[in-house]
């Protein structure tokens, strides 16, 4: 595989820069990125970031800054576009007649070897990505190793090994999925202290569309692959690198070599600043890996259940990219992913028979006055109450990890929807102490997620191993049993005040 670009280290390319719109008009720059700062782009002179408008012959009015799509350039022996720019500090001296002097461009998106002609260009036909903790996720290695024993006590010999291993796939939609590795030889550092010996193994993800894809269309892929390895692993998982390939092409000009397959790296926001270098994610910390769902029936799973499911998902997932810093924004995020998760479901949410409803429904708006039947009519509903949604999704995971997190389901459920309907109708929890609200926050999160597990196939025995091991699914359980609870001394609100959750 060529060499990665890796969105958690710094890199910079030397070259010239253009709008697409005017190709002739070419300005030298260096573009560099940083993993906190983003891509910015660094011009010796610049384009022209203002909008002026001309109200009269000799009065010309600035009418705001100008941003850009695209921006092309070559650096470094490389074609280069970056997408969705905007100006940054720009210097001019004099009356700025020939257009600024220095210039910074900022950008969202940049791609490291090839010209895009259009944003939604279908030119790519691969697309590799790699996240945090896939290796832990995958449960697959290149590497083996053993230590040797004589009478039952270490000798003092072993040995690691690197052989390949299977690469699972799936089909999903017309793309071949495919978990692959990637790992170096032994190499032997010697240095004036010590000689360490090491090889490295990089676990990513391969996609290969039966025809070509967008830009976009391979963001949503990676998205998607960082969003299950971020519910599996029960932390929010940062993109490390992401590469997309061009196809072949053959030359139809005499003389002109044919173009050979050009790997092309892509930088880009990342929900999650990854860290390629950091320690992997606590084993006790992990939901589930594909020693419980093979990778084939996770990824055909997810595929359906993200594309039903994608609110909530988003949402919920949400929690682990960006918590909110408040304790009211996580109820109405929590319980709201809650309440779209059932809809979502397609599960059956009519109380009464619809024709026994449109009945009940007719004979009332008959007995009401004239002035108030169109009330009646649209107050009248047959669809479940959020309560008995948040039952029904307490009810769906295996019963023994959901009475083991959740003891008490109808007071949870009474003590969800009074805190958010409250909030949401009035701006206050007053009738709720801040240990409740916390408790309900992290209670409703976890429902959610195990009702994803649950979708994917996630066997009941490792539900509740899941519950009963991971450190935060277990504290939540004890929140639970104290907070939402029906017993005899009820808690009493002790602190009305909103403060910054840290949970």
């Known amino acids: 595989m060529p060499d990665k670009r890796r969105l958690d280290e710094s890199a910079e390319w030397t070259g010239h820069w253009w709008l697409p719109e005017e190709p002739d008009r070419v300005i030298p720059g260096v573009?560099?990125?940083?993993?906190?700062?983003?891509?910015?782009?660094?011009?010796?002179?610049?384009?022209?970031?203002?909008?002026?408008?001309?109200?009269?012959?000799?009065?010309?009015?600035?009418?705001?800054?100008?941003?850009?799509?695209?921006?092309?350039?070559?650096?470094?022996?490389?074609?280069?576009?970056?997408l969705d720019c905007w100006p940054g500090p720009t210097k001019s001296y004099g009356m700025r007649l020939a257009g600024p002097?220095?210039?910074?461009?900022?950008?969202?998106?940049?791609?490291?070897?090839?010209?895009?002609?259009?944003?939604?260009?279908?030119?790519?036909?691969?697309?590799?990505?790699?996240?945090?903790?896939?290796?832990?996720?995958?449960?697959?290695?290149?590497?083996?190793?053993?230590?040797?024993?004589?009478?039952?006590?270490?000798?003092?010999?072993?040995?690691?090994?690197?052989?390949?291993?299977?690469?699972?796939?799936?089909l999903v939609d017309g793309i071949k999925i495919t978990l692959a590795h990637e790992h170096t030889l032994p190499r032997f550092d010697q240095r004036r202290g010590e000689t360490v010996a090491r090889m490295r193994d990089t676990a990513f993800v391969r996609f290969e569309p039966e025809s070509p894809y967008t830009l976009s269309?391979?963001?949503?892929?990676?998205?998607?692959?960082?969003?299950?390895?971020?519910?599996?692993?029960?932390?929010g998982s940062g993109l490390l690198w992401m590469q997309l390939r061009l196809a072949s092409r053959t030359s139809n000009t005499r003389g002109e070599h044919p173009q050979v397959p050009r790997d092309v790296s892509v930088y880009t926001d990342s929900t999650v600043l990854g860290d390629a270098d950091a320690k992997a994610v606590d084993h006790h910390n992990v939901l589930f890996t594909c020693a419980h769902v093979p990778f084939a029936d996770a990824v055909s799973r997810w595929w359906a259940t993200r594309q039903q499911l994608r609110s909530a998902v988003n949402m919920v997932l949400g929690l682990r990219y960006a918590p909110a810093r408040y304790l009211e924004s996580n109820l109405l995020t929590a319980v709201g992913a809650a309440e779209v998760l059932h809809r979502a479901m397609g599960i059956d949410t009519e109380r009464i028979p619809r024709a026994d409803f449109k009945a009940l429904r007719a004979a009332l708006?008959?007995?009401?006055?004239?002035?108030?039947?169109?009330?009646?009519?649209?107050?009248?509903?047959?669809?479940?109450?959020?309560?008995?949604?948040?039952?029904?999704?307490?009810?769906?995971?295996?019963?023994?990890?959901?009475?083991?997190?959740?003891?008490?389901?109808?007071?949870?459920?009474?003590?969800a929807t009074h805190s958010r309907n409250e909030l949401a109708h009035t701006g206050r929890t007053t009738r709720h102490s801040v240990d409740e609200l916390v408790a309900v926050v992290r209670v409703t999160t976890a429902i959610v997620?195990?009702?994803?597990?649950?979708?994917?196939g996630v066997p009941e025995a490792r539900q509740l191993e899941v519950v009963r091991d991971n450190p935060e699914l277990r504290q939540t359980a004890k929140l639970a049993a104290v907070h939402l609870t029906q017993t005899p001394s009820q808690l009493q609100p002790s602190h009305r005040s909103r403060r910054v959750l840290r949970s």
């Open 101 to 170: 002097h220095k210039q910074i461009i900022g950008a969202i998106t940049g791609l490291i070897g090839v010209h895009l002609s259009d944003v939604e260009d279908a030119i790519f036909t691969q697309l590799r990505v790699s996240v945090e903790d896939l290796g832990r996720w995958s449960n697959s290695s290149v590497f083996d190793g053993a230590i040797g024993l004589k009478d039952n006590a270490i000798d003092g010999t072993g040995n690691i090994s690197a052989s390949p291993v299977d690469e699972p796939t799936v």
């Open 31 to 82: 573009l560099r990125y940083d993993p906190k700062a983003g891509l910015l782009l660094d011009l010796i002179g610049g384009f022209e970031d203002r909008i002026l408008q001309q109200v009269r012959p000799g009065l010309v009015v600035d009418q705001g800054v100008r941003t850009w799509p695209m921006i092309v350039g070559v650096a470094d022996n490389k074609e280069v576009t970056l």
């Open 217 to 235: 269309t391979a963001r949503d892929h990676a998205q998607a692959i960082q969003d299950l390895v971020s519910l599996a692993t029960h932390r």
């Open 365 to 415: 708006v008959a007995c009401a006055p004239d002035d108030q039947k169109t009330w009646v009519k649209e107050a009248i509903r047959n669809d479940l109450t959020l309560r008995e949604r948040l039952r029904h999704l307490a009810a769906r995971p295996g019963s023994e990890a959901m009475e083991r997190l959740v003891p008490d389901v109808e007071e949870w459920a009474r003590l």
């Open 449 to 456: 997620t195990m009702n994803l597990l649950h979708e994917l």
